[in-house]
Each structure stands twice: as C-alpha cells, then as structure tokens.
C-alpha cells in the first residue's frame, strides 16, 4: 500500500500539478485508510491495494462516520480513493475501481456568509496604527477584499505579480492555472504603506520575494492568514469570518453592482459557471429590489408580497 500511495502522490506531482494541500490531503487520507485496513478486527484483511473491496472502503466510511467526521470530509475521502484506484486501474495495477460502487454521502449546501457592505468597510478599518504588522494586515485584508482571490492566491503573491501602474494582480490558482485580474487602488496604496514601514531605507528585492510576509520576514502561510481575518472581524456584529467569507462578499458585491455572471466566473477562476451561480442565492433581495424598479409592470409591492407568499405545491 505504501508503494501505491507513493506513485500516486508523484502522479499527482508531476502529471497532475495539483496544489500541495491536495496532495497533503490525499496522501493523508489514503495512509489513513491503510492504517485502518491494517488494525486487528478488519474483516478479511487486504495484502494488496487490488484486494481492497468496495466493503474494505465502506466499513472505513462507516468507521469515519460514527466517529463524527463531516459529510464533506467523507466525500473528499472518497472522491480521493477513486482518483487512487483509477489511476492504477491505468497502471494495470488492478483490474477494478471499488470506490466507483459507492455512493457520495449527501452534503448540506448552506449558503456563504456574506458581509455587508457596511461591515467589509469597517473591517478594512481595523488594523490601527503605523507598526509594520498593522500595515500588513490592512493591506492583506483589502487585497482579499479588492481581488476576490483565495487565501492560498493570496500568501503565494511576490512582489512581481503586483502591476501598480496597470492595477492589475497576477494570481496563480488552483490546478497551477493562472489569471490576472483587477486590483483597487485602496488596496494598492494599503500594500505601498506596508511596503514602506518595511523598508524607510529603499532596499531592492527580487520580484520572486514575497508580497506578504511573517514576522520573520518568510511568506505568510493560509493558516496565518485565517487567523488574521478572525482576529478582525470578531469585532464585526456576526462574528468571525473566515478569509473565504471576503472572496464570496466580493463576488456578490459586485453581482449587486450589475456585474454579469460570466465577468465574476472570470474575476474568481471558476472553471463552471455553475460554481458562480450560487451567488445569485446570496444577492436574492437586490436582484427582486432591481426587477421591481425597472419592470413596468413590477407591483411597488412586490418584494415584501414574494417573502410573506405561503409556497404553493407545484402543479
């Protein structure tokens, strides 16, 4: 098992070009499942990966469950063990995929939580003072606001990938696809500030240095990251967000500002347009609030009437 964890996580290295949490992740998950294959009590217990029956995987999803892992943790799970076997089903290492006759457990679909307007304002305003570490993490926190960009975009930026004159950012996404996209002029005269509480003396760096970075003068990790925007945005009326929550705010303020659907897909790196399209979920209000100004035959009344509304069965 070990030696087909190996070549699979190099498949995914080299052929792949997955993000290195995938590859944490996966690699993780399938020693996981050796492990348990491993422990006394597994019923017939596999020698060999083309042993592994659909049962084998089951009873380790079922183990998993009981433990109280998250749906969504399952599913990774298993759409991990898929991608293993299926690559050594073309290896020729086994003749059959048994994760393909599982079923993905059902996940919940909540919708994101979205900042106000009013609330990703004043949570820009929250690092206070000229310390270096304040500079940063307003300018952090407005580059994920200004950019829409991950987490894991934002801590991989260098100094390069910054063009002030243009206004434009270069962010590597996952699966190493690239894209360059707009970045506010707040935000760069954020990371200009920052850049100087750094260096009163001009020092030259290399464009490879990193945009943000620790203490130490290393490159902020995602972890860090989320930590930054929890201690912030606790202060906000909801609570803590995480960094993702300012990617979704982004999206749907600029969907409540008239943006189409296929600019967002762009902006974030979304593959699908389905992916994009829960944000006409999270802008629900204002689209309503939109149709009943400008349609000439919209009642003034409208919205209010569609929330109060009983569902009706469908015909």
């Given at each position: 098992?070990?030696?087909?964890?190996?070549?699979?996580?190099?498949?995914?290295?080299?052929?792949?070009?997955?993000?290195?949490?995938?590859?944490?992740?996966?690699?993780?998950?399938?020693?996981?499942?050796?492990?348990?294959?491993r422990?006394?009590?597994?019923?017939s217990?596999?020698?060999?990966?083309?042993?592994?029956?659909?049962e084998?995987?089951?009873?380790?999803?079922?183990?998993l469950?009981?433990?109280?892992?998250?749906a969504?943790?399952?599913?990774?799970?298993?759409?991990?063990?898929?991608?293993?076997?299926?690559f050594?089903?073309?290896?020729?290492?086994v003749?059959?995929?048994?994760a393909?006759?599982?079923?993905?457990?059902k996940?919940?679909?909540?919708?994101?939580r979205v900042?106000?307007?009013d609330?990703?304002?004043?949570?820009?305003?929250?690092?206070?003072?000229?310390s270096?570490?304040?500079?940063?993490?307003r300018?952090?926190?407005?580059t994920?606001?200004?950019?829409?960009?991950?987490?894991s975009?934002?801590?991989?930026?260098?100094?390069?990938?910054?063009?002030?004159?243009?206004?434009?950012v270069?962010?590597?996404?996952?699966?190493?696809?690239?894209r360059?996209?707009p970045i506010g002029?707040?935000?760069i005269?954020?990371?200009?500030s920052?850049?100087?509480?750094?260096?009163?003396?001009?020092?030259?760096?290399?464009?490879?240095a990193?945009?943000?970075?620790?203490?130490?003068?290393?490159?902020?990790?995602?972890r860090?990251?989320?930590?930054?925007?929890?201690?912030?945005?606790?202060?906000?009326?909801?609570?803590?967000?995480?960094?993702h929550?300012?990617?979704?705010?982004?999206?749907?303020h600029?969907?409540?500002?008239?943006?189409?659907?296929?600019?967002?897909?762009?902006l974030?790196?979304?593959?699908?347009?389905?992916?994009?399209?829960?944000?006409t979920?999270?802008?629900?209000?204002?689209?309503?609030?939109?149709?009943?100004?400008?349609?000439?035959?919209?009642?003034?009344?409208?919205?209010?009437?569609?929330?109060?509304?009983?569902?009706q069965?469908?015909?």
């Amino acid at each position: 098992m070990d030696e087909a964890i190996r070549a699979f996580v190099t498949f995914l290295e080299i052929e792949r070009h997955a993000s290195l949490e995938t590859i944490r992740n996966y690699r993780s998950d399938l020693r996981q499942l050796s492990t348990f294959l491993r422990q006394p009590g597994t019923a017939s217990p596999p020698a060999r990966i083309d042993q592994v029956t659909p049962e084998h995987l089951r009873s380790f999803l079922h183990w998993l469950d009981r433990k109280g892992e998250k749906a969504a943790s399952l599913a990774r799970k298993l759409a991990c063990f898929r991608s293993f076997y299926r690559f050594h089903v073309r290896e020729g290492s086994v003749l059959v995929n048994p994760a393909e006759q599982l079923s993905n457990p059902k996940l919940p679909k909540p919708l994101p939580r979205v900042l106000t307007k009013d609330d990703a304002d004043a949570l820009m305003e929250f690092p206070a003072g000229q310390s270096p570490l304040a500079q940063r993490d307003r300018a952090l926190l407005e580059t994920l606001y200004s950019t829409g960009a991950r987490v894991s975009e934002v801590v991989g930026l260098n100094l390069g990938d910054l063009n002030e004159t243009d206004g434009l950012v270069h962010l590597r996404g996952k699966g190493r696809k690239e894209r360059i996209v707009p970045i506010g002029t707040v935000a760069i005269t954020a990371i200009r500030s920052y850049r100087a509480s750094l260096n009163p003396a001009p020092v030259k760096l290399p464009l490879s240095a990193p945009l943000f970075m620790n203490h130490r003068g290393g490159r902020l990790t995602t972890r860090s990251v989320a930590r930054i925007v929890a201690r912030y945005s606790r202060r906000l009326a909801g609570g803590a967000v995480s960094p993702h929550a300012l990617r979704h705010s982004y999206a749907t303020h600029l969907l409540d500002e008239g943006a189409d659907l296929r600019s967002i897909q762009e902006l974030l790196g979304h593959a699908s347009l389905n992916t994009t399209q829960k944000y006409t979920h999270l802008a629900t209000d204002q689209l309503l609030a939109v149709y009943d100004r400008a349609h000439p035959r919209a009642q003034p009344t409208a919205p209010a009437a569609r929330r109060k509304a009983p569902k009706q069965a469908s015909q």
